[in-house]
């Protein structure tokens, strides 16, 4: 049996969480204590069982206003997933204009995340 201490980051009372666990094949939390709501253990199970992430990175734009959109993911996805995740983001590219909640990379890596354009880059106008 292991102890485990971690701040609950879901709002801002960030309990600090005592959870004891059996490390094995899986991970079993078997006690959670110090939190203020039901919503700190299923977070702490989540941390300690599959932690997700959300990520944000950029793609390059062809022919846009910039060079590059920044982009993020719609949802958490699996910390483990996030090397391959940021592989496609690398390797692709997108044409101007880009629009804001544009999918530039559907499901990278077999998640069931898209990954989104978080700002507009217009097409470049040459002079
Ligand atoms: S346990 Fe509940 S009250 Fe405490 S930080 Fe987490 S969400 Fe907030």
Known sequence: MKRKELICIVCPNGCQI???????????????????CDKGPEW???????????????????????????VRTDSPIPFKSIPEIMKAIKSSKAKAPVQI???????????????????????QVLP
């Open 101 to 123: 909640g544009d999918i530039m990379v559907k499901n990278p890596a077999g998640t069931f995340c898209n990954i989104i354009a978080t700002r507009t880059v217009q097409t």
């Open 44 to 70: 702490v199970e989540q941390e300690l069982v599959n932690p997700m992430r959300t990520i944000a990175s950029s793609i390059m734009v062809e022919g846009g206003d910039f060079p590059l959109v920044s």
């Open 18 to 36: 005592q959870a004891e666990i059996e490390e094995g094949e899986k991970i079993q939390v078997n006690e959670i204590t110090g939190h203020l």
